[in-house]
């Protein structure tokens, strides 16, 4: 009779630890999902950021060529002597 408690006691126990297994890997399979599913996010996010970073660039361009130009031509309307009339 001892010898079936001992086999009831380990066939309970070997149960108990397969269960916790089972759970720990069902919450690890849960996170990485959750994982997976930010790193996509995050990933749509980035290549947001990427296109209006370069968006941003291609104005500050534009913007720093017409600032040049206003510039030199404010240069040019400097070097220009005043009309005889002043």
């Known amino acids: 009779m001892a010898n079936a408690e001992i086999s009831l006691t380990a066939h309970s ?8 297994l089972e759970e720990r890997v069902d919450a690890l399979e849960s996170r990485n999902v959750f994982q997976d599913d930010v790193i996509e996010q995050l990933s749509q996010e980035l290549a947001v950021h990427q296109s209006e970073i370069t968006e941003l660039k291609e104005q500050i361009q534009i913007v720093a060529s017409r600032l040049k130009e206003a510039g030199n031509l404010s240069s040019k309307e400097q070097v220009e002597p005043p009309p005889p009339h002043y």
């Open 13 to 20: 126990n070997n149960d108990n630890y397969i269960k916790q």
